[in-house]
Structure formats: C-alpha cells, structure tokens
C-alpha cells in the first residue's frame, strides 16, 4: 500500500488546527488506511492528520504490542480528563526529540469511525499520552510546545535530559 510522507517541524501545516471531517465516504477510508501503513513503516504509535500534509481531523494509533489493533477516529474531541502524569513523548514530525509533557492520566473521547458512527473510548497512561498528544496534532499543538521556557528546540536535540534527545 502506498503511504504518505511524514512533514517535519518547522512545516506550516504542523501549526494549523485541522478542519473537522464532513465527508465519509471511500476517500475518508482510503486515507485512514494510508495513514496506518505511514504510521506502522515508521514505527510510530500515531499519526494525526496534519503531519501527512492534511488539514482533516483524522487520527490513527496502535499501542499494543503485537502492532495489530489499529483505531482510526475522526473529529476526536476530549470529553472528561482525570489526574495527571508526565509523558515522555517523542513526534514522527521532529526525530531525535523527546520532551516530558504534562498529560492527564485517563481520558474519555468521542470520535467517529471512518463510516462517520460514533464512538467512545476511555484511555488510560500510555494509550491516553498518545491520545492526547494526537488530538494536539489536531489542534497545531507540539512537543516543543511543553518545552521550558528559554529551552529551544535546538538545545533539546544537542544535551541528554528528560528533556529531549534519543
């Protein structure tokens, strides 16, 4: 299956809030299933519309071990977070980062599946981080957001921390 490429940080699309998904339809299907190959070739947990260069508010994610569970949901919105957790996250859109980000320990989001029915999952730890991190995706949010105030990304990449770098 062909896949999409995966845009990099600083790219404007990355930055952008993705516009919600009107249409369901064969395309919709045809991209969700793109997007799982692009997310499973390269070794990711997730993928959000706007790092394919798409401006639709589509996730993909598979946390489980064996790689053979994917979920695709469209037009994800949050409706209860509890507790809190620090994630330490890396991005298919800025390699070699990683960043501590803040992120609530279980979450419960509504979504659509790709024939436009909707859904709920509650999420716990790694498959809420994910989540979530996806859903910023959608919003033009980053790692690099949750950096330290006077940290860029530059310094991430170049020292050893909790902060940043693989």
Known sequence: MRTFEIIQYPHPMLRRKALPVTRFDQRLSSVARRMIATMYRNKGVGLAGPQVNLSERILVFDVTEERDQPLVMVNPEVLRSEGSRLSE???????????????????????????????EIEAAGLKAAVLQHEIDHLNGVLIVDYLPEGVTLNMARERPSRLAVR
């Not at 991005?91 to 859904?119: H, M, N, W, Y």
Request: charged share 25%.
């Open 89 to 119: 996250e890396g991005c298919l859109s800025i390699p070699d980062v990683r960043v501590s980000v803040p992120r609530a320990e279980t979450v419960i989001v509504k979504a659509q599946d790709a024939t436009g029915g909707f859904f």
